[in-house]
């Protein structure tokens, strides 16, 4: 039967299921459904390619920043190391690690010797914090986008099968048969909305499932390297309370 159906519409006069017909075939609300789904493909595929780009300029960096910041806090050397974060405009680790030392270090040089209550480690641990959020919050910049467009495409593309339906119905009616001639336009509307919507929905999916958990191997990384910092600030100041509580100084 369905072979059938395919041998009447191969040898039907005027009828062929090319791009071109199938486009021509199209009403406007159907062709607008076609728009809005192809721009929503440019857009996740921009999405992809700058996100890509992104997370391997912030990978690449926050490698080359950890090995040249580890031996500078190692030999007590925090002015260097901010230094050395700001060549690494792309990691998110040195940002979030310039923003915790130039916090300490602003603490150390303005209140050398804190009162009432004033604690310079959780000043710098509020201050890797704000940053922190506002590093993940560029890092996550355009995925959004792709969850939106994963969820909404099959329903717009069903929204486009249905106009299709009822252009079929409509070729029915105006015909008085039910033959494939009269319904094999409308049918074509139908099955190329159902598909664009499933192929732009589909890809963005799976992309924005990747790139989430990128994002949550990023910020395992700025916590522990969140971490590692406040333990380099809790053993300098340790360090100089003994110094001062030896020399008779009360901090």
Known sequence: MINSLFIVAQT???ISFGPKEIWDSMTWISKGVAILLIFMSIWSLYVTIERLITYSRARKQSLEFAKKITPLLAKDQPAEAIEVSRKYKGSHLARVT???LIEFLYDQTTNPNPIGGHDVIEAAK????RE????YSDLKKGVGGLATIATTAPFI???GTVIGIINAFQGMALSGSGGIGSVSKG?????????LGLGVAIPAAWLFNYFTNVLERFQVEMSNSASELVDFFIKKQGAKQGASHA???RV
């Open 157 to 159: 593309g069903l929204f």
């Open 132 to 135: 922190g959020l506002v590093v």
């Open 12 to 14: 039907a006069p005027g």
């Open 126 to 129: 509020r201050a890797i914090e």
């Open 247 to 249: 020399a008779g100084v």
């Open 98 to 100: 310039r923003a915790g």
């Open 187 to 195: 049918i074509s509307e139908a099955l190329v909305a159902t598909a």
